[in-house]
């Protein structure tokens, strides 16, 4: 039930902005340092660890190079000295300047963090905690009609490449692909795999706290694939917050899930992930495609071509026939960390899990239908009340949700909508923090993604319906998303995606529909234009030459009687065995037309 989908989940411990700042501020002990919640390049936070040298951690600056985060690092951000200094502006290749600042690429500067109250679900950090600032690196974002462009530890990162250039279609459509179902399935099932057997060269995970690394003296970071730099972030922008020593943990906090920013963060998320898909494969075109699951009888997408069948071995595994069965899933055991009082050290936890269909229907009864998609959809408020999951009438609520989908109110008994779909699949999908690890999350999310987007076209809401303060921490408007490289505040998601360059297919007009449908066809034709040409071509000289051979023909029997007496007629005609027209039949003097039978 992973409402999952935002994948930079967060701990609490500081505060939601501090944290995304500096990341999620585990409180080590009674005397912890503030930890750093390794994570984005950014120089991570402090993560005040008692309320005593909370104040004391609120004086300490901390310079990162584009991005908030708490999640994973730029490689340049996870050394001794960015981790002692928490500073992390790393020179772009393009001039040499810290953050690309001469070519105006971005700027190694104050992090502003907002300073709206927060609702009364994390009350470990009441008590006026104010100024929470320090020197942080972020971006100049440029809006283009090409999309925004922003500094990334190096390298260029355009939004443009995420959606303009793309537009996310159905993989599955009763179930049969809907347009080139071969070739789109084969190059999403290896583009995945792909990323899981790649190690990421712009990132590293943190295995331990701030205070473990003994303030970064000794850093402790883990190499993983591409594909796992995102079940990490996901993992930590939802884990536990910390408070010190083993099972001493506050569970009622999560930057990305059961709150307002459910759907931005997520959002944000699948931008992210597209874009590192299209740079490690070099297709520029890639999008993530959707399952439409609404009515949906079971997984329709659980195939061996596909996300996997299930294992005739054992249900609860996948097929040895998918690729994905030899995958293997990390920081899916919130439970063992907790005890420990450790964060996931991204090891190897065992294969992925998926047991659809198989789940407690005391908890879900099947997957969503078109009527509680509907009905989520005329729901007005994006949310209401305290903005959590006992929110009544509340689009956000009803769609994560914890609303019910028929009545619209909260803390519902049963799981409905997105939360469903992860307990339907019963596995590693039914884990909040471990959900990523599936890869039918980015098919899953991108079709939520997709109803929020029907939602924001249809009512059109202004910005003040994100709340700007009350929401629970790291919530509000003007808070920073949890692990992403840049900075992104929650608010700046709150729009429509043909703002942020992207489309969802079902949501075009007729006409545009009509172009979208013909592009696959367009470009299959790409592969087989030559042949195509080349058979021309040859049937164009066939056919001069044929006509050349009868014009040279005519010429030399030009003044042959045989020619001219229509001989040459009959000269490949068959004998007529009976005429089909007989002129000495009649019938009251009319000519009667009659076939042979």
Same mark, same amino acid.
């Given at each position: +039930? ?230 990490? +972030? ?152 305290? +903005? ?40 590693? +999908? ?42 629970p921490i790291g919530h509000n408007s003007e808070y920073h998303m949890v692990p992403f490289l840049p900075l992104h505040r929650n608010r700046e998601y709150f729009i429509s995606s043909k703002d942020l ?97």
């Amino acid at each position: +039930m992973q409402h999952v989908t935002g994948s930079t989940q967060r701990e609490g411990a500081l505060q939601k902005s501090l944290k995304h700042l500096t990341l999620r501020m585990h409180h080590m002990g009674s005397t912890t340092l503030a930890l750093i919640p390794l994570h984005l390049p950014v120089s991570t936070v402090s993560k005040p660890v008692n309320p005593v040298v909370m104040s004391l951690l609120m004086v300490i600056t901390f310079m990162w190079c584009v991005a908030p985060g708490c999640a994973q690092f730029p490689r340049p951000c996870a050394t001794r000295e960015a981790l002692r200094t928490k500073e992390c502006c790393p020179p772009w290749d393009g001039d040499g300047s810290p953050c690309g600042a001469s070519s105006g690429r971005g700027s190694c500067e104050d992090v502003e963090v907002s300073q709206q109250p927060d609702g009364p679900q994390y009350p470990l950090l009441r008590g006026g905690l104010t100024g929470r600032s320090g020197p942080w690196c972020s971006t100049t974002g440029r809006a283009s009609a090409q999309g925004t462009s922003w500094a990334s530890t190096a390298r260029t990162v355009s939004l443009a490449t995420l959606g303009r250039v793309a537009t996310r279609e159905e993989s599955l459509s009763g179930g049969t692909f809907s347009t080139c179902p071969g070739r789109r399935g084969i190059k999403l099932v290896s583009y995945l795999n792909l990323a899981k057997q790649t190690v990421s060269r712009d990132y590293v995970v943190a295995t331990g706290t701030y205070l473990e690394m003994e303030n970064g003296s000794n850093p402790l970071f883990a190499d993983v694939s591409v594909y796992d730099v995102f079940v990490w +972030m996901h993992y930590y922008v939802s884990r536990d917050a910390l408070l010190g020593g083993p099972g001493n943990v506050w569970t009622d906090v999560d930057f990305a899930h059961w709150a307002p920013a459910f759907m931005p963060w997520h959002r944000v998320y699948l931008l992210h992930w597209e874009h590192e898909i299209r740079k490690l494969t070099g297709d520029s075109s890639f999008s993530i495609p959707y399952w439409d699951w609404r009515d949906a009888r079971g997984c329709e997408v659980c195939t061996d071509e596909l996300m996997g069948d299930r294992s005739p071995q054992d249900p609860s595994l996948l097929s040895p026939g998918s690729v994905f069965s030899s995958w293997k899933v990390l920081c899916s055991q919130p439970q063992v960390y907790n005890t420990r009082g450790e964060l996931c050290d991204a090891k190897d936890e065992g294969p992925l899990r998926r047991n659809h269909g198989n789940h407690n229907r005391s908890v879900v009864e099947r997957l969503p239908t078109s009527a509680e998609v509907e009905f989520t959809l005329s729901l007005s408020d994006y949310d209401t009340g305290a +903005m959590d999951r006992s929110a009544n009438m509340s689009f956000r609520n009803t769609l994560e949700g914890f609303g019910d989908p028929q009545t619209g109110i909260g803390n519902s008994r049963h799981m409905g909508m997105h939360a469903a779909v992860h307990v339907f699949m019963n596995g590693s +999908m039914s884990s909040v923090q471990g959900s990523a690890n599936d890869p039918i999350f980015l098919l899953h999310h991108a079709f939520v993604d997709s109803i929020y987007e029907q939602w924001l076209r249809r009512h059109r809401p202004s910005p003040s319906q994100y709340p700007e303060s009350n929401a629970p921490i790291g919530h509000n408007s003007e808070y920073h998303m949890v692990p992403f490289l840049p900075l992104h505040r929650n608010r700046e998601y709150f729009i429509s995606s043909k703002d942020l360059g992207y489309e969802y297919s079902h949501l075009l007009d007729a006409n545009l529909r009509l172009a979208e449908s013909m592009r696959p066809f367009l470009q299959a034709l790409q592969d087989v234009w030559p042949w195509l040409l080349l058979a021309a071509l040859s049937g164009g000289i066939v056919a001069v030459g044929v006509a050349a051979g009868v014009f040279t023909a005519r010429r030399r029997l030009g003044g042959s009687a045989w020619l001219h007496g229509g001989k040459w007629k009959n000269l490949f005609a068959l004998p007529e065995r009976q005429p089909l027209l007989r002129g000495d039949d009649h019938e009251d003097g009319h000519s009667n037309y009659q076939t042979t039978m």
